[in-house]
């Protein structure tokens, strides 16, 4: 194997290594699906790949087919869940696109220096979440992949249109963010045959490929009017465009509002600082340096992608509003240039022979160009290893899936109403576990259900670290009824009794009652709710994920620098029980309650502690020890969803406890509610 080869086979491997790392850093021991929100809708449509259901699709893939086809097929084949699937495409889609970058690199230079440069700071590519980038695989990922081979295929390959058609008609299947990269690459190609090239007749064959794609956008319209095609090119563009855009193009007689909408947009686009830190900032010698160079060394493929992608950039600026969705391929093909130009300074500084000296202007600017450089990859590195941290414990989501999943698999002619928001749907249809013939009801009603109690099964959350969600379930306390907490014998002594984030505001008219003692006396504090990190890291981390309690030179916050959840607040009695007794009453005085959290009781003579815990315990186990009794009646705790369905009246049982997800039987309804 030569040198050469050698350094290109490392930098791709260090490549590879630093981002599967990063991946690795934000899953290992992650509760729950990585991200949540959008990760949800991409699990449920990998779901509907792997078993469509009959009767609705949950969450339509109209611009992201390719994606869930493919990844669905996979799951399907090796028999693992829709989740599994997709945390297994973050490593999938990190391998796929070093492989290509590294085919873009090597056809536009061959230099193990400038590919190995490339490579090295590539592998430090995170993005950040206004416009993704490799920290997020998902369908917008690929559609850069698509795009990157695209561009290698139309301006490297001997047979352009061969390889350059199915790519782009990939690229367009796979996010409808395609419809905008094809435009730029057809862009790129009439900047790279009529400018640099000036090639009249190959020219020719670039309009013949824009009206082709004016064809195809048509057609894409009129086939999705007849039902025939996923989506349209037009409908695509509408619903990316921002209403002011949409209003002012289709007034009459209104340029002045067009035309200061347009600079108002523009302005916007540019004064951010992820713009203005390359275009005229921190990095723009950098930039410049490497535009100098591969205009230089006739680099024009490059050139004219940078062109047409920064082009493209500023012309979406007005037009929607969330251009920055748009700067994803920009800075992709900024770094390229960056890389280009640090691998020259390298070559100037290092990597010459006697025959090619440099001269002193160029070892002059060379020398400080390398320690931006340096700072380029310092400021790269503290965003990987910043944004990993905070993505880790981005909106966790605590449940045993393998045992839920398990737990569903027994439950085959049972109805299931499942109360959660919309995109959280696909959670349940990506568990491990035969689960699918189940018949899943979103959000049922509540008489529904009373009708037949006994074939159904309600799902509910009560979600602790994870974002505020509504529908909730909450256990029910009416005004005057008490909470009657079952524990081993309570001895004479000192205690404390603590309402820990219950969600009660204010404890006046909670009365407390153990033997002949009553106290009505509480003190209450704040209370700041954080996620729990014991166990939530790799035991190896590397260099730039260490010492995440401490700001780096030049930083001012430490990398693990996650928020709190939310505030919450927390009560506590302390009393003097007299007599020996098993159980403990709170009454509610105040008004009907709906509570969550703990109920934490202390004997602060020997230590020993009683926890009911709401959000998590056994539900066999509250049920056993923690009643509610109202007007001489004894029941078990009941649970009320606060939302119209299943109908706020409607009062539940808990049967089981799957952390944060639990299940319901119905037990009857509340005519007070």
Not at 539 to 560: Q, T, V
């Amino acid at each position: 194997m030569t040198k050469q080869k050698t350094i290109i086979i490392v930098a791709t491997l260090f490549f590879l290594i630093v981002q599967w790392y990063g991946v690795f850093f934000m899953m290992y021991n992650h509760p729950g699906p990585l991200g949540i929100d959008d990760a949800l809708a991409y699990i449920s449509n990998i779901e509907f790949r792997i078993a469509p259901p009959a009767e609705y699709i949950l969450i339509p893939d109209r611009d992201q087919i390719l994606f869930s086809l493919a990844y669905g097929t996979l799951a399907r084949a090796l028999g693992i869940s829709a989740t599994a699937m997709f945390h297994a495409n973050f490593y999938i889609g990190l391998f796929l696109m070093g492989l290509a970058l590294l085919l873009f690199l090597k056809k536009t230079d061959r230099s193990p220096l400038f590919i190995a440069v490339a490579l090295g700071i590539f592998a430090f590519y995170e993005g950040k979440g206004s416009y993704h980038g490799f920290f997020w695989v998902v369908p917008s990922f690929y559609a850069i992949l698509f795009f990157i081979l695209s561009a290698s295929a139309l301006f490297y390959s001997k047979h352009r249109i061969l390889f350059s058609i199915p790519l782009v008609a990939m690229m367009l299947l796979t996010h409808s963010t395609g419809l905008y990269l094809a435009v730029v690459l057809l862009g790129a190609l009439l900047i790279h045959e009529g400018l640099f090239l000036r090639h009249g007749r190959r020219l020719k064959y670039v309009l013949w490929a824009g009206i082709l794609f004016i064809a195809i956008a048509v057609g894409s319209d009129y086939l999705h009017g007849l039902h025939l095609f996923p989506f349209s090119f037009s409908k695509t563009i509408e619903s990316k465009m921002s209403p002011d855009a949409v209003r002012m193009i289709t007034a009459e007689n209104d340029w002045r509002a067009l035309i200061g909408h347009i600079g108002s947009e523009l302005l916007k686009t540019v004064i951010r600082h992820d713009f203005a830190k390359y275009y005229y900032g921190l990095y723009t010698p950098l930039l410049a340096y490497g535009i100098y160079y591969i205009i230089r060394e006739r680099k024009y493929p490059l050139a004219s992608i940078f062109i047409a992608v920064l082009a493209g950039q500023l012309t979406m600026a007005p037009l929607t509003e969330q251009s920055y969705r748009f700067f994803y391929p920009l800075e992709i093909v900024t770094w390229m240039v960056i890389a280009y130009g640090v691998a020259k300074m390298l070559e100037t500084l290092f990597f010459r022979d006697i025959r090619q000296q440099s001269t002193t202007r160029e070892w002059v600017l060379a020398w400080p160009l390398l320690t931006l450089s340096l700072l380029f990859v310092y400021n790269a590195a503290h965003q990987k290893a910043s944004h990993g941290w905070l993505f880790k414990f981005y909106n966790p989501r605590y449940s045993d899936a393998d045992a839920l999943g398990s737990w569903l698999h027994e439950q085959q002619g049972k109805s299931l109403a499942t109360y959660t928001p919309e995109t959280y749907r696909g959670y349940y249809l990506g568990l491990p576990g035969g689960h699918r013939d189940l018949q899943f009801r979103f959000n049922a009603s509540g008489e529904e259900i009373a009708k037949h109690p006994e074939e159904w099964l309600v799902i509910g959350e009560t979600r602790k670290y994870g974002k505020p969600t509504k529908p909730e379930f909450r256990a029910y306390w009416p005004l005057h009824g008490k909470l009657e907490l079952k524990t081993t014998a309570l001895s004479p002594g000192r205690y404390k009794l603590e309402l820990i984030d219950t969600g009660i505001g204010n404890p006046d008219g909670l009365v407390v009652s153990a033997g002949n003692t009553s106290n009505t006396i509480w003190q209450s504090k704040g209370l700041e709710i954080t996620i729990p990190e014991e166990g939530s890291y790799p035991p190896a981390l590397l260099p730039w994920y260490w010492n995440s309690d401490k700001p780096w030179p030049l930083y001012n916050s430490p990398l693990n620098n996650v928020p709190p959840v939310r505030s919450s607040t927390q009560h506590s009695m302390k009393f003097t029980l007299a007599e020996k007794t098993d159980r403990l009453t709170i009454t509610n005085h105040r008004q009907p309650l709906f509570i969550i959290g703990e109920i934490l009781l202390t004997n602060l003579n020997t230590g020993r502690r009683s926890i009911f815990d709401l959000y998590r315990g056994d539900a066999d186990t509250l049920n056993a020890n923690l009643a509610l009794v109202r007007n001489g009646m004894r029941r078990p705790i009941l649970w009320n969803c606060n939302k119209s369905a299943p109908g706020k009246q409607m009062l539940f049982r808990l049967e089981k406890n799957f952390e944060e997800v639990k299940v319901f039987s119905y037990y009857g309804s509340d005519p007070e509610l």
